[in-house]
């Protein structure tokens, strides 16, 4: 077996020695192979997408605590605006941040060089992934501009009203919309084949299933949750799309369609798509975590399977969405006990982190400050799904800001908190150049503290039933005093606080690019493969013959037999 | 804080029983968080002190991932317990009604229809209103919902109620005031542009308001 993966291994080594010498610039970074170059398409386009997504909240945050006022560098927002805003926000941030960020770039860059291969096994596959991508990003951006404006019935588009032209008004925006979302599915399907295959058939010879760093295992868990849950949603598209152009009736009552078909077939997608963002996030999370506690993982089977777990139990819950859908009462109490069930290995991901920290000797680098953060934050939102999947309590606070809350508090670690930890602690690898750590703390603390002075209000508001979507709360006298307004204008002033200082990072990328500290190899002292290698790595990743070969696990810190703190995975011995 | 009204018979069982998750998942989310910092600080780096090479394996270390395991899994059976049986209260079981009335949602409105003198619903001394709904309070009512165009959701903070209206179908449900007043209706479902201003009232009264409010709206209904 080993020898078989050896000699695949080398195969692809030499094919790539060969004809990639003289390429030119178009060649090396806009239709490259390399999976570093991919990667850090799908990351810059993922930036770009974040950037406009942030803009989004910052005009319909503005309407909200100031209704009707001109937003500086918008101007008025009209409700049907409004609604492609907050519609596009979600999609956006969702499909084409979290996923393209957190699984198609990092797990671009990291697979192939964490368990030590030259490229992805299917390099021209990964090409067109990107390609692809790029196409469904450029389609929903042309979906804000066409006649009617952008699609504005939510991201989760429900019909009827995603389906017909004459209750959304935005026939052609909905039409664009689905089809960006439908592509990008297809783009990441493909990377996803890339990251299954390369995992099982590249490794480096030497390293055991047990032997691959947390990060690759979870992204590729990940992968294969996308692949199993999307195939549905795809065919729901589909239908969706052929009700809203060739008139079909899937999804129309009174041509014997149902609605909430519509409903089954996102959410059993949409809930799975959860853990596909959390379980990247987590690796992430826990990487940083052992670099920088200079621990073993407390339990890296334990991880492992708990990810399994949450895995195969996601695909049973999907219905805690449609409580109060219109679905059968009863079936509520089903989707009840296995939505808490899941709280029980997401939970004992969480006891892991912590006990890992125990005996540590801890340093607050820049992106264990995120590490750490994510845990910290994330917890928030954990405990308070637990409401929400109470079908009882889920009577009242569905379709509030309770639940919207909630769920920033957990994306908003996954794809903010993760992306930033990531990049921190990847950066030298990247960029052959070190991060400015103060710049880094400053920007940590300024987008980690608003970040809970927006949210925090938003979980107050929900308990006081004020309910999503609405573009101005006057017609609702409940919810229209001026409590409410102090505590969406909180939540809106620490947004702009929250968006300023997002400028010190990219300040801090540009100034640490050209004029960072050169990195070295292994800057953290860090046990994963890819610290072997030149930072940052060449086209190959190593020279042919200097391939690495693996010893052991990949947290071997604080080994008692060794004077350093750290025992790399591919030192004999 | 904001100050909730509880206008509905379920209204208080929905409320405690958010109490008890909270307190549940609360105590759950101060030690775990509590622990989180204190190994932060007590563990941190020290010059010339190496970190402890634990694997995890043993037993007696295990124990502190597989306790609070068997701990998690008793909470949720309670939470679980608790949440059904506000459930079935609120939305499986129908009590006898002592009136029934249908509420339809449509872009961007709610029309009710009220049973008017005979208390019987579908009939010529029916009231229909548009985002106004009067019922009397501390009676048992059947709502019947319905939708003519995309889905909404009626929902009636004060009651804790909620529930979605779909085109092409009548969905029963239940409610008993127990305050007099006048609340909010909201439709807590993205239904277009028009989502925003779907905003109704419901008015609870006493039986004698209420029944000179039905004699009145007879009167201005009637040729």
Known sequence: ?573 | MLELVQASTYAASIDNLILFIGIIVGVWFLLAEGLFFWLIWKFRAKPGEKSQYLVGNEKHVKRWITIPHALVLVCDVFIVVGAVRVWYNVKQQLPEPDSVIRVTGQQWAWTFQHPGADNELDTSDDIFTVNDLHVEVEKTYHFKLESRDVLHSFSVPVFRLKQDAIPGRSITGWFEPTLTGEYDVQCAEICGIGHGVMAARIHIEDANTHAAWISSASAATTP
Not at chain 1, 346 to 355: D, N
């Open chain 1, 1 to 573: 077996m080993a020898d078989t993966v050896a000699d695949v291994h080398q195969h692809e080594a030499h094919g790539h020695g060969d004809h990639h010498h003289d390429q030119s610039w178009l060649e090396k970074y806009v239709f490259s192979t390399d999976h570093k170059i991919i990667g850090m398409q799908y990351m810059f386009t993922g930036m770009f997408m974040a950037v406009i997504g942030g803009y989004m909240a910052y005009v319909f945050r503005m309407q909200l605590a100031f209704p009707g006022i001109s937003v500086p560098g918008f101007g008025q927002v009209s409700p049907g605006e409004y609604n492609a805003l907050i519609t596009n926000h979600g999609t956006i941030m969702i499909f084409w941040v979290a996923m393209p960020v957190l699984i198609a770039a990092f797990g671009n860059f990291l697979i192939p060089l964490m368990i030590g291969a030259d490229d992805m096994v299917f390099p021209r596959i990964n090409r067109l992934s990107f390609q692809i991508f790029f196409l469904s990003s450029i389609v929903l951006l042309v979906s804000l501009f066409v006649e009617g404006g952008g699609f504005g019935g939510a991201w989760t588009s429900y019909p009827p009203l995603s389906a017909n032209g004459d209750y959304n008004q935005t026939q052609l925006g909905a039409s664009l919309w689905l089809i960006a979302v439908a592509l990008e599915f297809v783009a990441f399907l493909l990377g996803g084949i890339n990251f299954i295959t390369t995992l099982m058939n590249s490794r480096a010879p030497g390293m055991k299933a047990y032997d691959i760093p947390l990060v690759c295992w979870m992204i590729v868990i990940a992968s294969i949750l996308f692949m199993l849950s999307v195939g549905p949603l795809l065919a729901g598209a589909v239908m969706l799309l052929f009700d809203q152009t060739l008139g079909t009736g899937f999804y129309d009552p009174a041509r014997g369609g149902d609605p909430i078909l519509w409903q089954h077939l996102f959410w059993f997608f949409g809930h799975p798509e959860v853990y596909v963002v959390l379980l990247p996030a987590i690796g992430i999370t826990v990487e940083v975590m052992a670099t920088f506690a200079r621990k073993k993982i407390f339990g890296y089977k334990m991880v492992l399977y708990t990810a399994v777990a949450t895995g195969v139990l996601s695909f049973f819950v999907w219905a805690h969405h449609q409580f109060i859908a219109g679905i059968d009462p009863r079936m509520a109490n089903v989707f009840t006990i296995t939505t808490l069930l899941i709280s029980v290995p997401i939970a004992e991901m969480l006891f892991v982190m912590i006990a890992t920290l125990y005996g540590g000797s801890i340093r607050l680098t820049t992106p264990m400050l995120w590490a750490l953060a994510f845990m910290a934050e994330f917890l928030i939102g954990g405990v308070t799904g637990i409401f929400l999947g109470a079908s009882g309590a889920d009577i009242y606070f569905h379709d509030t800001y309770f639940v919207l809350a909630h769920f920033h508090y957990t994306f908003f670690p996954i794809a903010i908190i993760g992306s930033f930890c990531a990049f921190t602690y990847w950066f030298p690898k990247m960029f052959g150049k070190m991060m400015n750590d103060t710049l880094g703390k400053i920007h940590f603390w300024g987008t980690v503290i608003p970040f809970n002075f927006i949210f925090i209000p938003l979980f107050v508001l929900g308990m006081g039933g004020q309910h999503r979507r609405i573009y101005n709360f006057q017609h609702f006298p409940q919810i229209a005093g001026p409590e409410y307004f102090q505590l969406r204008e909180i939540a809106t002033i620490a947004l702009l606080v929250m968006l300023a200082f997002q400028l010190v990072f990219f300040y801090n990328i540009i100034m640490s690019w050209m004029r960072g500290e050169k990195a070295g190899k292994n800057p953290w002292k860090a046990n994963t493969l890819e610290w072997t290698t030149e930072s940052p790595a060449p086209h190959g990743n190593w020279p042919v013959d200097e391939l690495p070969t693996v010893y052991r696990g990949p947290y071997e810190y604080g080994h008692p037999d060794r004077e350093e703190d750290y025992w790399p995975q591919n030192l004999p011995g």
